[in-house]
Nanobody
């Protein structure tokens, strides 16, 4: 089992920045994929960014590319999401996800690809 704990959410004005953290514990040796998803009220959960921890390859949703940066600290089993130039439409609960493989498809943004999820952290962006 793998446990994921997110932190770093909060409230910020449009144009501001936040950094989210996701720390993994448990059987972390098997984890190769870590990702950030978000879910706004009344909307489906969507992929924001992902990292293949083996090579460090990064993936981003079009809506955040150039504004958000995903990174990892392997020694701390932690993945970060640096969010800059935040917009009101970025407001959501942000979830960390992880797995050893992408279970169903090759697309990193598919929710069911990930077996392990954090509890989520709220991000609020005011205009």
């Amino acid at each position: 089992q793998v446990q994921l704990v997110e932190s770093g959410g909060g409230s910020v004005q449009a144009g501001g920045s936040l950094r989210l953290s996701c720390t993994a514990s448990g059987y972390t040796y098997s984890i190769r994929w870590m990702a950030w998803f978000r879910q706004a009220p009344g909307k489906e959960r969507e992929g924001v960014a992902s990292i293949y921890t083996g090579t460090g390859r990064l993936y981003y949703a079009d809506s955040v590319e150039g504004r958000f940066t995903i990174s990892q600290d392997k020694a701390k089993n932690t993945v970060y999401l640096q969010m800059n130039s935040l917009k009101p439409e970025d407001a959501a609960i942000y979830y960390c996800a992880a797995d050893s493989v992408l279970r169903y498809t090759v697309n990193w943004w598919v929710v069911r690809n990930y077996a392990y999820w954090g509890q989520g952290t709220q991000v609020t962006v005011s205009s």
